[in-house]
């Protein structure tokens, strides 16, 4: 089974208005940044829910690309997210790596990080991987 990617898998709508960018990626990893400027709640710190959409736009990248080397595309099935303290700086890098990597699930760990490399968030999320409609 190759590594290398079918297609090179593109941010989606919420990805952009996120303000996603995709720094590196292959089935083996995946690397972004999010700003925090417009993903915030009513206090103005980082909402937990973009941290988690963040988490499972890496994952799931990561996910598509490996299910694109058997000709298959996949659907997230489970995320779960734990925030360790609130964002530090303009924006935050995520990186995906994988847990799991087989013909019907792929599972990657998500570490969502502050400008300064320290953990704001850890997520895992599991993508079935399926046939191409």
């Keep these: 089974m190759t590594t290398e990617p079918v297609w090179v898998i593109r941010p989606g709508a919420l990805d952009e208005k ?6 590196e990626q292959s089935a083996d990893r995946v690397v972004a940044t999010m700003p925090v ?3 915030t709640q009513s206090l103005g710190r980082l909402h ?3 941290s988690a959409a963040f988490a499972e736009a890496l994952g799931s990248w ?15 099935v489970d995320l779960n997210i734990t925030h360790h303290r609130g964002a ?12 799991h990597r087989g013909r019907r699930t792929a599972t990657y760990e998500v570490r969502i ?5 320290s953990r704001i968030a850890t997520a895992r999320i599991t993508n079935l991987i399926v ?3």
Excluded: F, Q, W, Y
Excluded at 18 to 23: D, P, S
Excluded at 62 to 76: F, L, N
Excluded at 88 to 99: E, M
């Design 18 to 23: 996120l303000g996603i960018e995709v720094l």
């Design 48 to 50: 937990g829910g973009a």
């Design 62 to 76: 990561a996910a598509m690309i490996h299910a694109s080397t058997m000709g298959r595309v996949c659907v997230g």
């Design 113 to 117: 990080e502050d400008a300064d490399g």
């Design 37 to 39: 400027t417009g993903n």
């Design 88 to 99: 530090r700086g303009k924006a935050i890098r995520g990186t995906a790596v994988p847990l």
């Design 131 to 133: 046939d191409r409609d």
